[in-house]
């Protein structure tokens, strides 16, 4: 701790400790989503505890042993927040019984694989869900095949199993992200504020999704990256992708920090990689069922958007209808060209603003995007680490508001809602701006 004031520090440590003590067994005894008061409360209890341990700057094994005291407080947790985790083991179910969970849409399948198990699994994982592929990439159906195994016909099991995989991918990704915080010479707390992060640890930890264990995969490449250990970081790197395709969308920034050779050798380790991980799943109809299910989030699904909803009242304005299935054949073109222009345009300067480019690039896609859940930006959390930007940390807060969404009917945000959220996130983020880069361009200017 800070030894020119132990008191105070130890104080703030240990009052951040049992607020976010409270705020998680709190959190992980509501029984619904839609108990809204409870659940913003004690989230904001917890981001409160998260600064209490920020300033107090404990050594980082303490900052990792509380990380897991909290995260071991969702052990027997039943997820509410996301029906995913349904999905997950239906398909690790699936894989088990060496059926291609790419080729059926669980409603197809219910009455030829019925069991207790099955049945709650179909009915847990919703409408949505059983009319769609899956759309999880091979070396998350992997993790979902290994604890549909070792789980057995027991869902408490298999939540364990699985929950503890991404418990360990928390604290791997958390030593890879230390090492690379500290050789760019951040603060060693920026770490805390993605590893203590209370939205990783309820995503992650308490609703199962496997952003940890992605950006695990990706610390790693990155670290491998700097070390010149191409074979290393095209392994993790394939991997991260292989468990979440959003690495995708900044992933070729890193070519144009490399000489032709280590480019052609990255690329040629990446793809042998990448077959590895996909061969076992890839033919015809898995492609076009793949290709098909990922479109949806470009031309069907709508929540917790920000530009998007500006341009869907333009659209109803000017035609009277929802334009997302025009936006749907558009947008994926548009996101191909702008991440083919950041990767070529060239750019001269230092290794750390290709982070902020790839933070940067990452935001733009999740500002336009038509979907947005909670735990996607855990990602920017991550890259956010890897820069001075911490807009990223104000979102993770207040993309937590978008859960009063499920007190309608319909899911859907009111504007009150969107700006609720958003409003703080673009405000910090233009200070950002001007403070990083604007004002430090114009004060660096002298006249003669």
């Not at 969308?249 to 050798?265: A, E, S, T, V, Y």
Request: charged share 10%; aromatic share 20%.
């Amino acid at each position: 701790m800070d030894a020119h004031k132990p008191w105070q520090t130890l104080i703030l440590a240990c009052l951040g400790f049992v607020l976010c003590c409270w705020a998680y067994l709190e959190l992980a005894a509501l029984p619904q989503r839609t108990t809204i008061a409870p659940l913003l409360y004690f989230y904001s209890l917890a981001f409160a505890g998260l600064l209490f341990l920020y300033f107090s700057k404990i050594r980082w094994e303490i900052a990792l042993a509380i990380g897991l005291v909290f995260r071991l407080m969702f052990w027997n947790h039943i997820p509410i927040l996301s029906q995913d985790f349904y999905r997950f083991l239906w398909d690790g179910h699936l894989n088990t019984l060496g059926i291609n969970p790419y080729d059926f849409k669980p409603n197809l399948l219910i009455e030829k694989i019925e069991s207790p198990l099955t049945c709650t699994l179909y009915e847990g994982m919703g409408g949505l869900s059983q009319q769609n592929y899956s759309n999880y990439p091979p070396a998350s159906q992997w993790l979902f095949a290994l604890t549909a195994w070792l789980g057995g016909q027991s869902l408490m099991a298999q939540l364990g199993i699985l929950r503890f995989i991404l418990i360990v991918g928390d604290v791997v990704a958390a030593i890879g992200l230390l090492r690379l915080v500290k050789s760019y010479a951040y603060p060693k707390q920026v770490v805390w504020g993605y590893y203590l992060n209370p939205l990783l640890i309820v995503e992650a930890t308490g609703n199962l999704h496997s952003e940890g264990l992605m950006l695990a995969a990706v610390a790693w490449g990155i670290w491998f990256l700097k070390q010149n250990k191409r074979i290393g970081s095209a392994f993790f790197f394939a991997m991260s992708v292989a468990i979440k395709l959003v690495p995708l969308i900044w992933l070729p920034l890193l070519l144009q920090h490399m000489d032709k050779k280590g480019l052609i050798r990255m690329i040629g380790y990446g793809s042998l990689f990448s077959v590895f991980f996909w061969s076992s799943y890839l033919n015809p109809t898995t492609i076009s069922h793949y290709l098909q299910t990922i479109g949806l989030w470009f031309s069907n699904f709508e929540f917790n958007a920000s530009w998007y909803y500006l341009i869907r009242e333009w659209g109803y304005q000017l035609t009277g209808y929802n334009i997302i299935r025009t936006l749907g054949k558009i947008t994926p073109w548009l996101l191909t060209g702008t991440i083919g222009l950041f990767a070529i345009w060239p750019r001269k300067g230092k290794e750390k603003l290709l982070w902020q480019h790839a933070l940067g690039l990452l935001s733009l896609y999740y500002f336009t995007a038509t979907t947005i859940h909670p735990w996607y930006v855990i990602h920017l959390v991550f890259l956010g680490s890897l820069t001075q930007y911490r807009y990223s940390w104000i979102w993770s807060y207040t993309v937590f508001f978008s859960y009063l969404s499920y007190q309608n009917v319909v899911v859907e945000a009111p504007p009150w809602l969107v700006w609720l959220e958003y409003l703080p996130v673009y405000t910090f983020l233009f200070w950002e701006i001007w403070n990083y880069n604007i004002r430090s361009r114009l004060t660096s200017v002298s006249f003669k």
